[in-house]
């Protein structure tokens, strides 16, 4: 069912709260996902004080987690659910009309910035952690006038797709390339620079806040959360190879096996 999604403000939801789509006993339904991500990212240190979240897109629904919860005691019935399609329709971007809405909270601030990798990247689903590794690396890049994180020459690359509509990973050698944006005061208004940021880097699954965290994005949760992972350890290395002095960027020859006859 497709609500009406004209002269509506932005928190209505349809008469039937359909709370059906939040309710199933299989692990992998998008309302159970999301706050078992969630807390297991809790344990990471990357949603820690309420902030961060994740959403999963299933076909035209898409799954968000609520702002304002405390996000390792998540619950399934604290999950919202809009459609993609209704979204598109609507007259005006800030304005969006939830299938589903929780009993308390609020929508999330971050909703924009996930529909834009599920728009314009045909994701499956997308991670916004605040990683204290993310922000300590757009420190690092701020001291050096920099909005882009660089780094090549390390084995966790691979862990990255090589683009949107694009198929294998990046190899050891090759350099992985993140944009970072600068942070406004209010989350929303990140979505037009964040926007602008996927279209100047086509290939990245990823966008650095400055000062914030970051936003990353996959084909489906299992990508979506692989890279967040294998980002977030090169997030790690790159701050301590800084500390020691050690360049992100280097210029290593391919090592060529020497085969015995």
Known sequence: MTPPTTGLPAENTTDN???????SDDPE??????????????????????GGGASIRDDDLVYLAPSGVQKELMKPSDIYVLSLAAQAQS???RQRVYLRSPPVYKPSQCT???????TKRNAGCCIHTHSHWAVLVTLILEQQGSKEFR????????GFG???????????????????IENTAHEEDLTEFLEEAMDKYPDTYAVLVRRHGVYVWGDNVHKAKTQCESLDYLFQL????KQLGLPWITDIEPTIPTRKE
């Open 17 to 23: 709260n359909n709370d059906h789509l939040v309710q």
């Open 29 to 50: 339904h998008p309302a159970n996902l999301i706050p078992s991500l969630c807390a297991k990212f809790w344990t990471l240190g990357w949603v820690t004080g309420t």
């Open 91 to 93: 007259l005006s971007r």
């Open 112 to 118: 924009p910035l996930f529909l834009a990798a599920f």
């Open 151 to 158: 780094i090549n020459n390390i084995e966790q690359i691979k």
């Open 162 to 180: 090589k683009g949107f509509q694009k198929s294998g990973n990046l190899g050891y050698h090759d350099t992985l390339v993140i944009p970072v």
């Open 238 to 241: 790159a701050v301590e190879m």
